[in-house]
């Protein structure tokens, strides 16, 4: 069993800035891929950001240069640097381990105003 705990949301105006971190309760170096997703009232869950175990990583286009995913092997955790905040960006933000065996966090609400 892994257990994802999410922290770094809150409230803050457009154009600034906020860090999700996502620690895990097991060491996350084998890990295939760990990523953030988000969801907004009424919407679908979608992917934000993914990174893999090499490194490697991949961005929803609504995020390419606003957000960065990074992780830290030491820490078992996973970070998300969000940067030029949009109202759209409003949502839960989840913390996600790939499958073989996936598993997801309680999320943390970020609240972009206006």
């Known amino acids: 069993q892994v257990q994802l705990v999410e922290s770094g949301g809150g409230l803050v105006q457009a154009g600034g800035s906020l860090r999700l971190s996502c620690v895990a309760s097991v060491n996350i170096f084998n890990f295939n891929a760990m990523g953030w997703y988000r969801q907004a009232p009424g919407n679908q869950r979608e992917v934000v950001a993914v990174?893999?175990?090499?490194?490697?990583?991949n961005y929803a286009d609504s995020v390419k240069g606003r957000f960065t995913i990074s992780r830290d092997n030491a820490k078992n955790t996973v970070y998300l640097q969000m940067n030029s905040l949009k109202p759209e960006d409003t949502a839960v933000y989840y913390c996600?381990?790939?499958?073989?065996?996936?598993?997801w966090g309680q999320g943390t609400q970020v609240t972009v105003s206006s």
């Open positions: 996600h381990k790939a499958p073989p065996t996936a598993y």
């Open positions: 990174i893999t175990s090499g490194g490697s990583t």
